[in-house]
């Protein structure tokens, strides 16, 4: 396949609100893939999606071939696959390995952060519960604000107060955040994208937390223009990097500076994805996880996120043997090497997500399935 084949633009299902909209959006305007933005209102989105790809999620991308995708992360790599041009998957195999470590932190641990401050707050919360009323709501024949309570109840059942986040440790998940903000501010203070002045897929995959939620929503967005500034450089730097026009490579090997934000996925993010593991394994829909300052009480259990931790290991056991050895080392300088293969035996469904990006076995938390 080839861009050209692209003259009729593929069709972009989704709310100009959502996490993984936005992070599908930066990677079609990054790479110069033509798009056009729509909204299928429900109830006719969910059940169309459920007739198309098997489950119900945001976004759906629909080929000029009239096939339908879904998960931003199989369906980048689909692309990456079969366009030619330049890639976002850095070519040295070392740095894809970390670059999709990046992605998947950024997709699957963030959410709920993201979830909290646009949820929590009713600043955010009057805000996103609107714009859906109008945007996705708007064949459902209630009065708005109806339709902002059952929204902000959904919401906050679904992604906060219901998968893990209470009174008790709300402080905790802000820090958790003050804290990834100093990082990633100190990185952009240097270079323009994580691993270089070129995009990579680590930063599309942060692109999911913060062009739509964190430097949208007015409570992160305020703590964003005060402590981390360049942070609002980067997400303006993303959406308006066009890879054919940059000649810049990415640095070589893995940044200093990364190192932080690894040390946190190996003490933190991976073990969360072995609770995860144990949870589904003994079939408890909620679990706690408690590790050093991190506490969620009653966390969504995920099928879906097993298959994430599978997903990982395969990148590794794709490298060759020389690049394995020297992933090993890294990941046990950050410390996930551990954590990475805790879990014997992960308790996957058969053949689960095989089919992706054009069939999906799992939402990525199981709320109202
Ligand atoms: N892994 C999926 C996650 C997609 C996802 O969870 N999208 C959210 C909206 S941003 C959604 O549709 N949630 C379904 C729901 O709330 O029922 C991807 O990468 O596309």
């Not at 629909?62 to 990456?80: S, Y």
């Not at 190996?266 to 995860?276: A, D, M, T």
């Not at 009480?297 to 995920?302: E, L, P, Q, W």
Request: hydrophobic residues 40%; charged residues 25%; aromatic residues 14%.
């Amino acid at each position: 396949m080839t861009n050209s084949e692209f003259t009729k633009p593929i069709l972009l299902y989704g709310s100009n609100i959502s996490y993984f909209t936005g992070k599908m959006e930066n990677y079609f305007k990054v790479k110069e893939i033509p798009y056009k933005q729509m909204v299928l209102a429900y109830p006719k989105f969910e059940k169309t999606m459920k007739e198309k790809v098997g489950i119900h999620q945001m976004p759906a991308v629909v080929l000029p071939d009239g096939r339908w995708m879904t998960d931003t992360t199989k369906m980048i790599q689909w692309f990456e696959g079969n366009l030619p041009g330049k890639k976002i998957i850095p070519g040295d195999p070392i740095q894809a390995f970390f670059a999709f470590l990046l992605e998947d932190w950024a997709d699957e641990w963030w959410w709920r952060t993201a979830m909290h401050f646009r949820w929590h707050y009713a600043e955010g919360a009057h805000f996103a519960s609107r714009h859906l009323s109008e945007e996705l709501l708007s064949s459902i024949r209630l009065p708005i604000w109806m339709k902002k309570i059952f929204l902000t109840r959904r919401q906050r059942n679904g992604y906060t107060t219901g998968d893990g986040i209470t009174k008790e440790n709300i402080k905790t998940v802000e820090d958790n955040f003050l804290n990834l903000l100093k990082n990633l501010n100190n990185i952009f203070e240097k270079r323009s994208f994580l691993f270089g002045n070129r995009p990579s897929i680590a930063d599309i995959g942060f692109s999911g937390p913060f062009f739509r939620h964190f430097a949208l929503d007015p409570v992160p967005l305020e703590i964003i223009r005060q402590k981390a500034p360049k942070v609002l450089n980067w997400v303006s730097a993303l959406w308006n990097a066009r890879l054919s026009k940059i000649d810049d490579d990415f640095e070589v090997g893995i940044p200093n500076d990364l190192e932080p934000l690894f040390l946190e996925i190996g003490k933190i993010y991976l073990p969360y994805l072995s609770s995860n593991v144990d949870a589904v394994k003994q079939n408890k829909t909620k679990f706690d996880f408690k590790l050093g300052n991190t506490y969620l009480k009653n966390a969504r259990y995920s099928q879906y996120r097993v298959w994430c931790l599978k997903e990982l290991r395969n990148h590794f056991q794709n490298l060759s043997e020389k690049h394995k050895v020297q992933v090993e080392i890294l990941l046990k300088k950050f410390e996930c090497w551990e954590p990475l293969w805790r879990d014997d035996n992960l308790p996957l469904s058969d053949f689960q997500e095989n089919e992706l990006p054009f069939k999906a076995d799992r939402k990525m938390l199981g709320v109202n399935e």
